[in-house]
């Protein structure tokens, strides 16, 4: 239990979902210079940078984003729970880059379309994991049948990434859209040092 708050937090072992720091680069490296302007780079880097749900990037609407604050505001689609994250310098370029150049040209609210005719906006049920894998592939990443591929594998680095800057577990969890700590800690994968301790005087971890 933790010793500050009296909470049981269990952690699992580290698992094989989350990718290293030089994958992600080459992961958007290449996805980037595959087609500038594809609509699939500012969703990778979205999964990767923010840690939403595949449902919240594609739904995104010009509505969701304040320019002026730099901020992104959204109802999480499975949750219903307000949620607002930072707009970060890379992700306000890449939705600008997309809009500009990749686009297609459309009177609908949503920030991303489908490139074929009648250009509808992503529908959020389609499975992403086998274009994810495809990019991962390309990118030189090797993963194997006991490495969880897909859009599951980029919140997991997302994730791992905040545990190691520091960020508390309660901050992670809010942010994958978890009430329960338990269970963004299936996104982890750290090292034995960071599983013993809590971010932000969380306690032990066990």
């Not at 490139?115 to 274009?131: D, R, W, Y």
């Not at 495809?134 to 919140?155: C, E, N, P, Q």
């Amino acid at each position: 239990p933790c010793a500050d708050c009296g909470r049981e937090i269990k952690v699992a072992p580290a698992n094989k979902r989350a990718l290293t720091v030089n994958e992600q680069k080459a992961l958007l490296d290449f996805a980037k210079n595959d087609n500038t302007y594809s609509v699939y780079y500012p969703i990778i880097l979205f999964l990767l940078s923010t840690g939403l749900r595949i449902s919240d990037v594609v739904l995104l609407r010009f509505e969701n984003i304040d320019w002026r604050k730099n901020c992104i505001r959204i109802t999480q689609y499975k949750t219903g729970k307000p949620l607002s994250i930072p707009l970060s310098a890379e992700i306000g370029e890449a939705i600008i880059a997309y809009l500009k150049y990749g686009r297609p040209s459309s009177e609908e609210s949503a920030i991303f379309l489908s490139h074929n005719a009648p250009f509808q906006p992503l529908n959020h049920h389609n499975n992403f994991n086998s274009e994810i894998r495809k990019y991962m592939r390309l990118a030189g990443i090797d993963f194997t049948a006991k490495r969880h591929s897909g859009v599951h594998t980029l919140r997991s680095s997302f994730a791992t990434n905040m545990l190691k800057q520091g960020a508390s577990l309660d901050n992670i969890s809010q942010i994958l859209g978890h009430s329960d700590v338990n269970v963004a800690t299936s996104y982890l994968r750290v090292d034995p040092e960071h599983l013993r301790l809590c971010a932000l005087g969380l306690g032990v971890v066990k």
